[in-house]
């Protein structure tokens, strides 16, 4: 049976998470407001506690488990920044957390997971092989699993993004929400429409991993080849379960960003906002200067940048191999 969270739901989580979270400000930017084409606010979770929104969720389930079910620990699989959450959420709990994180994770990522006391197992396989290798591990160790995308509990939590946007701007026209597994849009759109349905809400996916876009266009989940994005937090093969029919129900449009047009957003965050954002974090900025969306001068976009997690030397060298003119 699919799985949602309802307002109600975001609602609590905000009050359930929010003593331990940052409430991260929503940023005029008008220096990008020319080359997007509307009036831009961005929402940084780079500025989050760890880093990236994906403490929100983790949070948001951990904190309802009973202490016998935290005492067992936690496992999950990640890119790397649930894999950070989650691990922030462990140590906070005071209990144990393991994660499956894919072979090509980056070093800084992994770095940072280890630091917050977690286990790491290295795993070279897709999304879905790497979550059959974390259920086998739960069944062997009587651990407890937090899904980053799957689980309602974790959607609530990556949902209470949307409450605070409309707190901060209630006049938003538009928001725009990266798409990898789901989870995050799937708890933003629903609270967004919830509280006001008249804002539209747009998924921008890497035109090299289009799962939800394709499934969209076909009326079903259809499973693609892994392309090789940049956005390496956005990339799996295809939709998943319990946020599909949310995202069909909730999201207005999704619109497909190709690396180079990723890659000129963490250009232009970097040059005009200071902020230094990942390639999965960049791609709303990515998707308007590539005129993806459409929108008028006088419109007022959210653009949601969900992390900064990766190394700056890394960042650097992205920087000048791409676009270099750009800067």
């Known amino acids: ?58 949070l948001n389930a951990t904190l309802q488990l009973p202490p016998e079910r935290v005492a067992r620990g936690f496992i999950a699989s990640s890119s ?37 006391g977690a286990e790491v197992i290295l795993y070279d396989g897709d999304t879905a092989a790497r979550w059959e290798q974390a259920y086998r591990i739960a069944d062997e160790r009587g651990l407890e699993t937090i ?14 993004i949307g409450c605070e946007i ?33 804002v539209r809400v747009v998924a921008a996916e890497p035109a090299l991993t289009p799962k939800y876009y394709r499934s969209r266009i076909e009326g079903r989940r259809v499973s693609l080849p892994l392309g090789n994005t940049i956005a390496d937090g956005l990339r799996i093969s295809v939709p998943a379960q319990n946020p599909w029919p949310i995202i069909e129900r909730h999201v207005d449009e999704i619109v497909l960003v190709e690396d180079e047009h990723i890659v000129a957003g963490m250009h232009i965050l970097a040059r005009d906002a200071k902020l230094i954002a990942e390639p999965a974090a960049s791609i709303g900025i990515g998707a308007l200067i590539a005129s993806a969306v459409n929108v008028r001068p006088d419109e007022k976009v959210c653009v ?11 960042l650097a060298e992205v920087y000048a191999r791409n676009l270099s003119g750009a800067l």
Not at 89 to 111: D, E, F, H, Q, W
Not at 305 to 311: A, S, V
């Open 80 to 116: 790397g920044n649930h894999a950070q959450g989650l691990s922030w959420a462990a140590r906070m709990l005071g209990t144990s957390v393991t994660l499956v994180l894919p072979t090509n994770t980056p070093p800084l990522k992994i770095a940072n997971t280890k630091s917050l």
């Open 166 to 198: 409309l707190a901060d701007l209630p006049d938003v026209d538009t928001v725009i929400v990266p798409l990898g597994g789901g989870g995050l849009i799937s708890g933003v759109a629903t609270a967004i429409k919830g509280l006001n349905p008249n």
């Open 147 to 160: 899904h980053g995308f799957e689980d309602p509990r974790v959607m609530a939590g990556q949902g209470t």
């Open 304 to 314: 949601l940048l969900t992390g900064g997690n990766w190394d700056l030397a890394d």
């Open 1 to 58: 049976m699919t799985q949602a969270p309802s307002l109600q739901d975001i609602l609590d989580a905000h009050e359930r998470i929010k003593q331990h979270i940052r409430h991260t400000p929503l940023l005029r930017t008008e220096k990008i407001d020319l080359a997007a084409g509307c009036q831009i606010w961005l929402k940084p979770e780079v500025l989050q506690v760890t880093g990236a929104f994906k403490i929100r969720g983790a």
